[in-house]
């Protein structure tokens, strides 16, 4: 079966295209802002303009703009495409590559909103032990990690806390294929990690 993988949930545009479960072809870019003008010039660029059987899509949390942008692609390919959508948190995405080719459990920190990190650990199995936190720094500090931290603020984290942190850092849809069947959803709702800033009136 082919699949697409689309990663848009930080800085990073990731596009990848696997087939019986070898990676055909990719991209990933560092890109910041922009993902909506780069995202489908960048799936034509792939072997027969990216067509698959199966999509899968990053949920987030991460940049608001760059996971409405995947998705509304994502979903836009599978109805023209007649082919199914399928999401994974994108933490669970960093987690997978932390781990990889290790058994350890991993703590994932990201960039979230407001200078809050997202904060969530992984077991050994890539399964999460706790729902997304969204933490201060400080916050962050004072809890429990496991043994690999991983993500874009893995770095400020470990110097916190005083330990080192994994080269992983941005996720990457080239690595889509070791988040575990469990964390692939049909339903394609945006992970925030945290409580929306705007208030409904009393």
């Known amino acids: 079966m082919r699949i697409l993988a689309i990663e848009t949930a930080t800085e990073a545009c990731s596009i990848a295209l696997f087939d019986q479960g070898q990676l055909i072809d990719a991209r990933h870019e560092v890109l910041g802002r922009g993902h909506a003008e780069r995202l489908v010039p960048m799936i034509a660029e792939l072997p027969d303009k990216g067509h698959a059987e199966q999509i899968r899509i990053s949920l987030g949390p991460g940049s608001f703009t760059g996971v409405r942008i995947g998705l509304a692609v994502a979903r836009a390919l599978g109805v023209a495409w007649k082919i199914p959508v399928r999401g994974y948190p994108t933490l669970a995405l960093v987690a997978a590559m932390a781990r990889a ?44 990690t496991q043994d690999i ?54």
């Not at 294929?177 to 009393?202: E, F, I, M, N």
Request: proline content about 8%.
């Open 101 to 144: 080719g290790t058994d350890r459990a991993v703590t994932v920190c990201m960039s979230g909103g407001h200078g809050e990190w997202f904060v969530q650990d992984f077991g050994t199995d890539g399964i999460p032990l706790d729902d997304v936190a969204s933490l201060s720094p400080d916050t962050a500090a004072m809890r429990r």
């Open 149 to 202: 931290l991983a993500g874009t603020r893995a770095e400020d984290l470990g110097a916190l806390i005083g330990v080192a942190s994994a080269p992983i850092i941005l996720p990457n849809a080239s690595d889509a294929l070791l988040v575990p069947d469990a964390l692939l959803w049909d339903q394609l709702s945006p992970l925030y990690g945290r409580a929306p800033d705007a208030k409904l009136p009393t």
